[in-house]
């Protein structure tokens, strides 16, 4: 997670690999329901060695135009690409006004950020 200058909320953390829609739709407080939301997680490998897992939040259109599976894995770079390439635009907002949209809109967004 890196850092963004909110106006709203002054320094905050950055929350990343959003899609793009999602964050139009955060940033003008536009509802989004918890079924219309996918997570794609992509574990990554060096060779056996377990290294980190990445996750996405994207709609479910998005998702379904991907042709990715929900959990990816991946043994090397560009088999990486390969995934990242079928992924929508992506972006991201400030990490507490993420915190405000998910309660205003009740959605249930575990295991992401």
Avoid: W
Wanted: glycine residues 6%.
């Amino acid at each position: 997670m890196g850092l963004i200058n909110c106006s709203k909320h002054g320094d905050s953390g950055f929350a990343q690999r959003i899609s793009a829609s999602i964050c139009e739709k955060i940033r003008n407080d536009l509802p989004v329901k918890n079924g219309d939301l996918k997570i794609i997680s992509i574990d990554l490998y060096d060779g056996d060695e377990y290294l980190s897992t990445n996750r996405y939040l994207i709609t479910e259109n998005e998702f379904l135009d991907s042709g990715l599976n929900l959990c990816n894995d991946v043994m090397n770079e560009e088999s990486y690409d390969l995934i990242k390439a079928k992924l929508p635009p992506m972006d991201g907002v400030c990490f507490n006004c993420l915190e405000d949209y998910k309660k205003k809109h009740s959605l249930d967004l575990l295991f992401f950020n």
